[in-house]
Nanobody
Framework: VQLQASGGGLVQAGGSLRLSCAAS????????TTWFRQAPGKERNFVAS????????TYSDPVKGRFTISRDNAKNTVHLQMNSLRPEDTAVYYC???????????????????WGQGTLVTVSS
């Protein structure tokens, strides 16, 4: 599986961006796709996750109510709609995927076998 993240850019606080994670050879029924982010000088943290089978979603507390993760079955793509962006959302955003991730592990980077290259989101105040 090869993942391609896109959609990052520069936006003012309060604005919106939509990130996309396209995949080739994505065939596992119970696969999970997750977004992580890494701010300058900080650790990479969990943002949001979706399970393709059933579309179940999970969000980190800092983005809950502002970000929405979704999947497009026809285009084999996962989107992350980010609204009401804040300067603290500035980070490189990575998408990751694995054929099967148990719910208790979905926020851990070690659970994911495949990673995209990252896309930079910068939110100005």
């Amino acid at each position: 599986v090869q993942l391609q993240a896109s959609g990052g850019g520069l936006v003012q606080a309060g604005g919106s961006l939509r990130l996309s994670c396209a995949a080739s050879n994505r065939t596992f029924r119970n696969r999970r796709t997750t977004w992580f982010r890494q701010a300058p000088g900080k650790e990479r943290n969990f943002v949001a996750s979706i399970k393709w089978s059933g579309g179940f979603t999970t969000y980190s507390d800092p983005v809950k109510g502002r970000f929405t993760i979704s999947r497009d079955n026809a285009k084999n793509t996962v989107h992350l709609q980010m609204n009401s962006l804040r300067p603290e959302d500035t980070a490189v955003y990575y998408c990751a995927e694995s054929p099967s991730v148990i719910d208790s592990s979905l926020a851990f980077q070690s659970a994911y076998a495949y990673w995209g290259q990252g896309t930079l989101v910068t939110v100005s105040s």
